[in-house]
């Protein structure tokens, strides 16, 4: 389990990182909003501690920004007292919790560990079942059994239609539509591409599943 702390109070930025580490958390520290930002957007946090007065960058400029780049992690904003607006504005923006300075260390390390295992229950939520695969959202995979295989968004975003609407026929068009836009300049043999890229990738999972052809119109899953 991995987290951010970003805080410009460097004592408690500081006891923080050793509580978190002692608990056996993994944690990067920063002491101001923009490196905070910076390696926020890697996006390998499982959780991040966000202060909202920081130097640089304030913490809700920070997580508009993350979430804005479609980071998910769990945010718990570390607030003053006095920075009431702050706090509700925050919670607004997308963070997940918040707790006023100063806090009890027990108080903090419960609110990790819930957002944390709150985040499994997304992750959860963001799986899609059709049989026998399972189409991962977070991990952008696709898995039978004990087998996985990464997927490149497009391949997703079409498998995903498929899982959503199996046995049901999508037109060329509505996929088009649906993940280029209809606006894109994308032909009917690039769709035809990414289908067989699926197809491969199914097969290789020794998947119960295939994409079939509706000759002249579309896909289904069956
Ligand atoms: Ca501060």
Known sequence: MKILVVEDEIQLADALSELLKRNM????????????????LTGVYDCILLDIMLPGMNGIEVLREIRREKINAPVLLLTARSEV????????????????????TGELLARVRALTCRKGEIVDENRFE?????????????????????????????????????????????????????????????????????????????????????????????
């Open 85 to 104: 607006d702050d706090k509700i504005n925050g919670l607004d923006c997308g963070a997940d919790d918040y707790l006023t300075k100063p806090f009890v």
């Open 130 to 222: 059709y049989k026998d695969v399972a189409l991962h959202k977070n991990t952008c995979s696709l898995s039978c059994g004990a087998n996985d295989i990464k997927l490149s968004l497009k391949e997703y975003l079409v498998m995903e239609m498929l899982i959503a609407n199996p046995v049901q026929i999508l037109t060329k068009e509505r996929i088009i539509e649906k993940i280029w836009g209809s606006e894109s300049d994308v032909e009917y043999n690039n769709i035809e591409v990414y289908i067989s890229f699926l197809r491969k990738k199914i097969a290789s999972l020794g998947a119960d599943i295939q994409i079939k052809t509706a000759r002249g119109i579309g896909y289904f899953l069956e």
């Open 25 to 40: 958390y993994s944690v990067d520290t920063f002491y101001n909003g923009i490196d905070g930002l910076d390696n926020a």
